[in-house]
């Protein structure tokens, strides 16, 4: 997996079809994602319940882009192994959810996959600095965890600038999950972002047997995101 800045698009199959995730993933690749976003959901750090290990483990063998697990999870430790045999390629954490995040990556790290680092909206970018050099990818939640559809929270752009700074020249993926729209891409990008989850605005329209709507989508998308860097 490379670290090149180029805009990433990584639909989140929160929004796909949960009985044909198979074709689904197949269909989103073929019309230009760049990496598949699962989103981990426990029911109890947040208000949802979705995916575990198993599924992760079921669908990897039909994603030839990057897994990017999101783990909204508390505890996280006890299941980072589980999800890294289970073939995901960056599995990311909350800062929010335990007292020792910093082990938390160490431990994502000791698995051979990439560390992500997630922030809720409530949680200042201060708060990544002494964790950057653990740190492969940060997630700005620009909506709170829990269910896709919800409206893009625009406060969170200056957090996305304050990240850019204190990362400097380090090989760290700024990513970007909520609300991502043609409309709020540019935003984002042009605060320093490179990898957007988008579900709804990426899946609103298409099916496995139509899935132009898919592409469609992600070029328009991206196509707004590359020109706020331009």
Same mark, same amino acid.
């Given at each position: ?36 976003? +699962?989103? +981990?959901?426990?029911?109890h750090f947040v ?21 990017? /697990?999101?783990?909204?999870?508390? !505890? /996280? ?9 289970? *073939?995901?390629?960056?599995? $990311? ?10 082990? $938390? ?12 680092l997630a922030l ?22 620009? +909506?709170?965890?829990?269910?896709? *559809? ?9 957090? /996305? ?31 320093g972002a490179d ?6 605005? +990426?899946?609103? *329209? ?6 132009? !709507? ?17």
């Open positions: 997996m490379t670290l090149a800045r180029a805009i990433k698009i990584a639909p989140s199959i929160l929004s796909a079809d949960f009985a044909d995730f198979g074709r689904e993933i197949h269909a989103i690749e073929a019309q230009g994602a760049d990496w598949v976003h +699962v989103d +981990v959901m426990d029911g208000p949802n319940l979705t995916f575990g290990p198993p599924l992760v483990k079921a669908i990897r063998r039909h994603v030839t882009t990057v897994m990017d /697990v999101h783990l909204m999870i508390a !505890p /996280v430790d006890p299941y980072i192994d589980a999800f890294a045999e289970a *073939g995901a390629d960056v599995i $990311t954490a909350h800062l929010e959810a335990g007292p020792h995040i910093h082990r $938390t990556l160490q431990a994502i790290r000791a698995t051979g996959k990439k560390a992500g809720n909206p409530g949680t200042p970018a201060e708060a990544v600095a002494p964790l950057l050099d653990l740190c492969d990818l940060i997630c700005v939640m620009t +909506v709170n965890p829990g269910f896709g *559809g919800q409206k893009f929270i625009h406060s969170q752009i200056d957090k /996305v600038h304050s990240l850019r700074g204190m990362i400097g020249d380090r090989p760290i993926h700024v990513e970007i999950d909520g609300g991502i729209t043609p409309e709020t891409a540019p935003l984002v990008t042009a605060a990898v957007l989850v988008a579900g709804s605005a +990426v899946f609103s *329209g298409g099916s496995v047997a139509n899935p132009a !709507p898919y592409g469609a989508n992600i070029r328009a998308i991206r196509a707004a995101a590359e020109a706020a860097r331009r």
